[in-house]
């Protein structure tokens, strides 16, 4: 099967950043949202891209068999660091609503039975909410599912920002999983060149 007969489906992907890395390998069949937030972005990107936004509506059963990969993209904020205190347990996670926004992610994996499914995170997705990664890994493998775990940074796929992130990955076909090339690029070097009422962006000094 070729690539480009593959179809895809994005949960929980707002303003559609993942979507637009996936829809050069993909045929993309829709997105689940649970609410608008970034959907008004996502449709100047994909203007014929269904996007469906009350998770009783998900069209799960009419996608049965028709998907290869399923990408999902929930909120983070129960694992973030961002705002907690340094004496707040890892345990926080466990009383946070939107922690549902993962399980309903992956009652997709248990509807669609897709080639592939993976969750995207922040890092603290794996050590704070260890305790969820394990069920939904047992959950997964009770499924005839292998499950792999990958932590990365944008960096070494050359953007100019440490940005890490955990992927956890659900696959029921092989895959072949390769390090990032690693080069990188520094956010002088991104600059370069563009300018700003006529000034250049990137002064000496950022290019030293």
Not at 4 to 28: M, N
Request: proline share 6%; net charge positive.
């Amino acid at each position: 099967m070729r690539k480009r007969d593959l179809t895809a489906l994005g949960v929980y992907i707002f303003a559609g950043g993942f979507t637009v890395g996936v829809s050069k390998h993909f045929k993309i069949a829709a997105h689940l949202e649970d609410g608008d937030f970034g959907v008004a972005t996502a449709k100047l990107n994909f203007p014929k891209l269904p996007i469906y936004t009350d998770p009783k509506t998900w069209p799960v059963h009419e996608l049965k068999d028709k998907i290869d990969f399923v990408y999902c993209n929930p909120p983070c904020a129960p694992w973030s660091a961002t705002g907690r205190s340094v004496t707040a347990g890892y345990d926080q996670w466990r009383t946070d609503p939107r922690v549902k926004c993962v399980e309903n992610a992956f009652t997709v994996l248990k509807t669609e039975r897709p080639r592939v499914w993976v969750w995207e995170s922040v890092p603290r997705a794996f050590t704070a909410g260890r305790a969820l990664v394990d069920s939904l890994t047992r959950q997964a493998m009770k499924l005839g599912y292998s499950v792999t775990y990958f932590l990365t940074d944008a960096q070494l796929h050359g953007l100019p920002q440490r940005r890490q992130r955990f992927h956890l990955v659900c696959h029921r076909v092989t895959l072949s999983f390769t390090e990032p090339a690693g080069k990188i690029t520094t956010v002088a070097q991104a600059l370069r060149g563009v300018t700003s009422a006529g000034h250049p962006v990137c002064s000496k000094a950022w290019q030293r």
